[in-house]
């Protein structure tokens, strides 16, 4: 068994549960005690960690996470466990249940996940996490994917990446919501490859005003409180690219566009543009 202990980065899985944050220019980082065990096809880490606050933007470093993370090979297919208790020093005590499959078969790109959340505090907890995904090489290097997600309406992220996913312009997120997913890759030039990917986003449970975390810029929005019954959040269009600029150095360079949908209090198309430069 390796023991880790101080100040360290951990990313599990596809990053929806732990992970670092590699597009913050602070990344992300844990304090606290890890213990792995290596075995033949398995490896099975215990944690009890607390968030570095100072360079966690959003998380907290009252939260304490224990449990476990157990991952496994076979000749099919890939499949993590984990079982995590989450506690913000007595305000609020929960526990998330995981699982997490992925393989290649019959030329499909494959990964499966969900986790259910159960739970007191603010909110009590009662909520779940579902993921499907799967990718198709089409030849000369373009692969199409059709992609799944559902989060219900108090699910709450312990320390996801969560930028890679539910779109680049970060405006729906986590909570309460279904993501229905198009994408597309292809290489355009020695070292760089080109992105496409289409978003649908819709409620997963229809509900009146309330606090949203469909986060706006420069605020919250807020559902619609006039009784209308639409559950559409609307529909964004992701367009990036990457590269290496050097032996050493990578850029990330893309444009997001959001049109919301009658369930969004906030009726403005939004155009967002990003880049990020890596150095190794």
Same mark, same amino acid.
């Given at each position: 068994?390796?023991?880790?202990?101080?100040? $360290?980065? @951990?990313?599990?899985?596809?990053?929806?549960? =732990?992970?670092?944050? %590699? %597009?913050?220019?602070?990344?992300?980082?844990?304090?606290?005690?890890?213990? &792995?065990?290596?075995?033949?096809?398995?490896?099975?880490?215990?944690?009890?960690?607390?968030?570095?606050?100072?360079?966690?933007?959003?998380?907290?470093?009252?939260?304490?996470?224990?449990?476990?993370?157990?991952?496994?090979?076979?000749? #099919?297919? /890939?499949?993590?466990?984990?079982? $995590?208790?989450?506690?913000?020093?007595?305000?609020?005590?929960?526990?998330?249940?995981?699982?997490? #499959?992925?393989?290649?078969? @019959?030329? =499909?790109? %494959?990964?499966?996940?969900?986790?259910?959340?159960?739970?007191?505090?603010?909110?009590?907890?009662?909520?779940?996490?579902?993921?499907? /995904?799967?990718?198709?090489?089409?030849?000369?290097?373009?692969?199409?994917? #059709?992609?799944?997600?559902?989060? &219900?309406?108090?699910?709450?992220?312990?320390?996801?990446?969560?930028?890679?996913? &539910?779109?680049?312009?970060?405006?729906?997120?986590?909570?309460?919501?279904?993501?229905?997913? =198009?994408?597309? &890759?292809?290489?355009?030039?020695?070292?760089?490859?080109?992105?496409?990917?289409?978003? /649908?986003?819709?409620?997963?449970?229809?509900?009146?005003?309330?606090?949203?975390?469909?986060?706006?810029?420069?605020?919250?929005?807020?559902?619609?409180?006039?009784?209308?019954?639409?559950?559409? #959040?609307?529909?964004?269009?992701?367009?990036?690219?990457?590269?290496? =600029?050097?032996?050493?150095?990578?850029?990330?360079?893309?444009?997001?566009? $959001?049109?919301?949908?009658?369930?969004?209090? /906030?009726? $403005?198309?939004?155009?967002?543009?990003?880049?990020?430069?890596? @150095?190794?």
């Amino acid at each position: 068994a390796d023991v880790q202990f101080g100040r $360290f980065e @951990m990313k599990y899985g596809n990053g929806r549960i =732990l992970a670092d944050n %590699w %597009w913050a220019d602070t990344g992300r980082t844990y304090e606290g005690l890890r213990s &792995s065990m290596n075995m033949e096809g398995h490896k099975l880490d215990l944690i009890y960690v607390r968030p570095v606050l100072d360079i966690s933007p959003g998380t907290s470093n009252e939260k304490t996470i224990s449990g476990l993370y157990f991952e496994n090979s076979t000749d #099919l297919f /890939n499949y993590d466990a984990y079982a $995590f208790d989450i506690n913000e020093d007595g305000d609020t005590d929960f526990r998330t249940y995981g699982a997490l #499959l992925d393989g290649t078969n @019959m030329g =499909l790109a %494959w990964d499966f996940e969900y986790a259910i959340q159960n739970g007191e505090g603010e909110v009590d907890r009662d909520d779940s996490m579902l993921i499907m /995904n799967v990718k198709k090489d089409m030849g000369e290097g373009l692969i199409l994917g #059709l992609g799944y997600e559902s989060y &219900s309406e108090t699910y709450e992220m312990i320390g996801s990446l969560g930028h890679c996913y &539910s779109g680049w312009a970060d405006i729906v997120r986590w909570k309460n919501y279904e993501d229905v997913i =198009l994408s597309a &890759s292809m290489p355009v030039m020695d070292g760089w490859k080109g992105f496409a990917e289409y978003h /649908n986003f819709s409620m997963e449970t229809i509900r009146g005003s309330v606090s949203s975390p469909y986060k706006y810029k420069g605020g919250n929005a807020s559902f619609n409180s006039n009784g209308q019954a639409s559950d559409d #959040l609307g529909n964004e269009i992701d367009l990036y690219i990457k590269g290496n =600029l050097g032996k050493r150095t990578g850029l990330f360079l893309g444009i997001s566009r $959001f049109m919301p949908g009658d369930a969004a209090d /906030n009726q $403005f198309n939004q155009t967002w543009m990003f880049a990020q430069i890596n @150095m190794k």
